[in-house]
């Protein structure tokens, strides 16, 4: 060992019992947490609630899938991007020239064709952009994506340009599920391919190469000074988030069965930069909730105001960037955790007096539960698919009920903590 | 034998200005040296030319015998070439323990690994938490960096520095910014290190420079002023002038 003790500490027990609790938190954190079932619990009861939705339902995920790829870069390297469209382009012009010319139809090996020629891309530009960062990468990033649509704007006789390639035909996927009029399969075939790609996503996450990119977002100078191979590890992610971006471009392309030049547009790549900003970047997530937020927002508002509709999702995004910079996500990871206590579970005193309870703290976390309660309420009614509990999603009154529930349901989560905190504390730990 | 470090006849310039001008100076192993000189002398520039931040317009380095003045930075670090930076250089947002465990990841090379989960090497985390031992640090481990009070972020500075197992290490003002009530504490580790490790100290106080170190190398506009041992240089009537007389002239005739 390197260092020498200084002097004894407080305490050889106290100290083992730190170093103890240091080393569980670690070798925990990569563990599946019952929490991370919920979304696709929801993906899976989507597909029995609305069942005449799943065209759209397909386009959610879809967008998670591209969303994640930019969180593995934006959020876990801090790699900033506008130009991320180019690879989901790259992947969805892949599967929709291999059947429009080639007549290359198979689905799944349409995945990894496009996996591959979108990490091409991404390994070859992203060798020469990645040496530079900030303002600079930003310019380049969206350089890039522009020059890929030129090009593909430039042999349109190919491309079919901007009036795309309708009409592609697909085979059935595995050769057995056949496509439907109400794109079931396709939102089963795009939930397997987002199920696949996240875990793998997720294992690269945890990895001590997903911890090496946060210390390169955190402090590239550091990186460099304890002898990182800085440029390589970018370039690795960056290539291997152009292949899953490419994956979600050539599910695009499947699932809708056209393709036009328009994916490449800057349009593209700022939307699911939005997405994931709504969502919350850098932890998985995120994703998942912004694509779906902003989706579902667009479906909704678009309806109710066609010309007007992006009004509500700035006003989202501004509320957003203002007031939880961590994102939706980082909204609903605070009110699990008890807001006066400054800190997390671990520095909980041992003993919970109640006449301490800080309920001005749980107070605040139920309104935030009561925010996300009339969200939901709001959502419902608008939406009106559900025919299970009608009332709950056509009656106005039952905005309340939701946010009644989502108010009830925090303060339940807070003073559960509570409890289980009394429960299993072992020591006091001043702060 | 070879000795740790060895620095030849090193320059550097920003264009028209020379901010290192022929500098030489050798680290045996274990060797204690500080070098100190009045501000803007360019002592961060020398660390910074040392470790490869930056590049020397001439002059070479060698490191336990090799030469590595065409090396990256990186390599040089993998070449058991550490440094603590003079304002703090940390992952603030992850936690002490992790600021750790990813310099022995990229030590070791475990962090070309995309699949096993950083988690589940339980030698890499016992190993963490005995640097942050030595260095108190355990009951801060689960902390992030950004909460702890400066000094004790100036300790991580030096714990990540240790991780990396290095053969020299660059101190660059381990106390800067501590408050004088808990600088004891920084220095007390610097005074502990491992007698194997060769130690450059960029340090303003005195009192710590002469209690730490065998040898003392005087930087004065880039150049080599004069070396020698504590009592030579606390002897010396010209480093006494250069060091009163830094926001005025600089004395007369330049050893």
């Known amino acids: 060992m390197a260092g020498n003790d200084i002097s004894s500490g407080p305490g050889n027990a106290g100290r083992a019992q730190a170093r103890h609790e240091a080393a569980e938190f670690l070798l925990r954190r990569h563990r599946f947490r019952p929490a991370e079932a919920l979304p696709w619990l929801i993906a899976i009861a989507a597909f029995f609630v609305f069942p005449d939705r799943m065209t759209f339902g397909s386009q959610v995920l879809v967008m998670i899938l591209f969303a994640i790829s930019l969180d593995l870069i934006l959020g876990y390297a801090g790699i900033v991007t506008l130009g991320h469209a180019a690879f989901f382009g790259v992947g969805a012009y892949t599967v929709g020239l291999a059947s429009a010319r080639l007549g290359w139809t198979e689905p799944i090996s349409g995945l990894f064709a496009a996996a591959i020629m979108a990490a091409l891309a991404g390994f070859i530009s992203g060798w020469f952009l990645l040496r530079y960062r900030g303002l600079t990468l930003l310019m380049l990033t969206l350089a890039t994506a522009i020059m890929i649509l030129e090009t593909g704007n430039f042999r349109s006789d190919i491309t079919g340009g901007y009036d795309g390639m309708p009409g592609l035909v697909f085979q059935p996927v595995l050769g057995m599920f056949e496509y439907d009029l109400y794109g079931r399969t396709n939102y089963l075939y795009a939930l397997a391919v987002l199920a696949v790609v996240f875990f793998f996503v997720r294992r690269i996450v945890y990895s001590p190469f997903g911890q090496a990119l946060t210390g390169i977002r955190e402090n590239v100078r550091r990186m460099h000074a304890i002898g990182s191979p800085v440029h390589r590890r970018l370039v690795t992610v960056y290539t291997i988030a152009a292949a899953i971006a490419g994956v979600a471009g050539a599910l695009f392309t499947q699932t809708n069965a056209y393709v036009t030049l328009t994916v490449f547009d800057f349009d593209t790549s700022a939307k699911v930069l939005v997405m994931l900003i709504l969502g919350g970047t850098g932890r998985l997530y995120g994703a998942f909730i912004g694509a779906a937020v902003y989706l579902i927002l667009e479906d909704h508002l678009s309806k109710l105001s066609p010309t007007f509709w992006q009004f509500g999702i700035g006003i989202l995004l501004l509320v957003t960037v203002l007031f939880a910079r961590r994102g939706i996500l980082g909204v609903i990871e605070d009110l699990g955790r008890f807001r006066s206590w400054k800190g997390r579970i671990r520095m909980v005193p041992g003993r919970i007096v109640w006449s301490n309870v800080q309920w001005k703290g749980i107070g605040m976390a139920a309104f935030d539960g009561a925010l996300i309660g009339l969200a939901v309420g709001f959502a419902a009614n608008v939406g009106r698919t559900n025919l299970l509990w009608s009332w709950f999603v056509t009656e106005p009154l039952s905005v309340l009920a939701w946010t009644a529930a989502g108010a009830a349901l925090v303060a339940a989560i807070n003073i559960g903590y509570l409890v289980y905190a009394e429960r299993s504390a072992t020591g006091s730990t001043p702060r | ?255």
Not at chain 2, 29 to 46: E, M, S, V, Y
Not at chain 2, 62 to 87: C, M, P, V, W, Y
Not at chain 2, 142 to 148: F, H, N
């Open chain 2, 1 to 255: 034998m070879t000795a740790a470090l060895e620095v030849e006849g090193l320059n550097r310039s920003f264009g028209a200005l020379q901010v290192t001008h022929d500098v030489s100076l050798t680290l045996e192993r274990g060797a204690r040296r500080a070098l100190i000189g009045p501000n803007g002398a360019g002592k961060t520039t020398l660390v910074n030319l040392i470790t490869g931040a930056l590049m020397p317009s001439s002059g070479s380095i060698r490191l336990n015998g090799e030469d590595i003045t065409k090396l990256s930075q990186e390599e040089r670090a993998r070449r058991g070439l550490a440094r603590t930076f003079q304002i703090n250089q940390l992952f603030r947002g992850l936690t002490v323990l992790e600021n750790i465990c990813m310099t022995i990841g990229e030590r070791d090379g475990h962090c070309n690994n995309l699949w096993r989960s950083a988690g589940a090497r339980r030698v890499v985390i016992d190993e963490a938490l005995d640097h942050l031992e030595s260095l108190r640090l355990v009951d801060d481990a689960l902390k992030e960096v950004r909460e702890l009070p400066y000094g004790r972020q100036r300790l991580v500075e030096i714990a990540i520095a240790l991780a990396q197992k290095p053969r020299v290490l660059l101190l660059d003002e381990p106390a800067a910014g501590v408050p004088s009530s808990e600088s004891h504490l920084i220095l007390d580790v610097v005074a502990g290190l491992d007698p194997d490790i060769a130690v450059l100290i960029i340090e303003h106080d005195m009192d710590v420079v002469f209690r730490f170190a065998q040898a003392i190398t005087v930087l004065v506009q880039g150049a080599v002023f004069t070396q020698g041992t504590p009592a030579e240089i606390m002897a010396n009537e010209q480093v006494k002038a250069v060091y009163l007389g830094q926001d005025g002239h600089h004395g007369g005739g330049h050893g």
